[in-house]
């Protein structure tokens, strides 16, 4: 089970991820996350709220740095919110938090990006 | 405990990723004798190793994918067997996960998430089948 919510705020991409990023549901998200930088034209940042993402593979990694790649030519940000267990694990072992920004929380994750 | 071993041959197909989660983890018993920690490291791997193997072993896909689970009162091991083009996985270069964004690629994690969240990950040849085999070892009972 996957799902994801994106919220349209002034500063960019709000969103939510519930369940499983894996094989089957990265495709998905890639696709929803690239046409929302499509759609918005402009230099945006993306916070991914991981509080309810209860799993993650290379799969979903691979996502997120298409995702991430996409966004910076622009300076455009990919902020990690929420993360624990193994969803940490896997960011850590991959590295992708150092080169991701990683707030501690959602609070720290909107200051980053701009938002408050 | 004695030692037990349940075998089942599946299509190496990802549509069948559900099947060998369920196998594995449910079917034989990993959630029940494992810490939920080591469940999800082992979903992890059961997902990389099954997808490595489902879209790159076989020239003309789906082939077969059998699924070893082995049971000892000291560990809980999973060995994947294909008869598709020879390929030791731990032979490939480890990706420098220390890179900045525009140098990454995602080549490579699969394989180095199951070496870093399994206790072991044997490659060998047997005949012409690849085998990968993990080992979790199980917490000592108190």
Redesign the interface.
């Known amino acids: 089970m996957f799902e994801m919510k994106i919220v349209v705020e002034s500063w960019g991409r709000d969103v939510s991820l519930t369940g499983r990023l894996?094989?089957?549901s990265a495709p998905d998200f890639e696709k929803e996350a690239i046409a929302a930088v499509d759609a918005a034209g402009e230099s945006v940042h993306f916070v991914l709220d991981f509080t309810n993402l209860e799993?993650i593979?290379?799969?979903g990694?691979?996502s997120i740095?298409v995702l991430?790649?996409r966004l910076?030519p622009s300076g455009g940000k990919v902020v990690l919110c929420g993360m624990s267990?193994?969803v940490e694990?896997?960011i850590g072992?991959?590295?992708f938090d150092?080169?991701?920004p990683v707030a501690g929380s959602r609070g720290d994750a909107l200051r980053i990006v701009g938002a408050v | 405990m004695e030692s037990t071993v349940r075998e089942r041959t599946f299509p190496a197909s990802l549509d069948c990723l559900g099947g060998f989660r369920a196998f594995i983890l449910e079917e034989n018993g990993a959630e029940e004798r494992l810490p939920p920690k080591r469940v999800a490291h082992l979903d992890v791997a059961i997902e990389e190793i099954v997808v490595n193997i489902c879209s790159y072993a076989y020239e003309n896909p789906p082939g077969k994918l059998t699924i070893r689970v082995e049971e000892s009162p000291e560990a809980f091991a999973v060995e994947f067997l294909d008869n598709g083009v020879a390929f030791d996985p731990l032979e490939v270069d480890e990706p420098d996960v220390t890179r900045p964004l525009e140098e990454r690629d995602a080549g490579g994690l699969g394989i180095l998430l199951v070496r870093r969240m399994m206790d072991e990950v044997h490659y060998s040849r047997k005949g012409t089948l690849n085998s990968l085999r993990i080992v979790v070892k199980t917490p000592r009972e108190r």
């Open positions: 894996d094989a089957g799993y593979s290379s799969a990694l691979r740095l991430a790649k910076a267990g193994v694990e896997v072992v991959s590295g150092s080169f991701l």
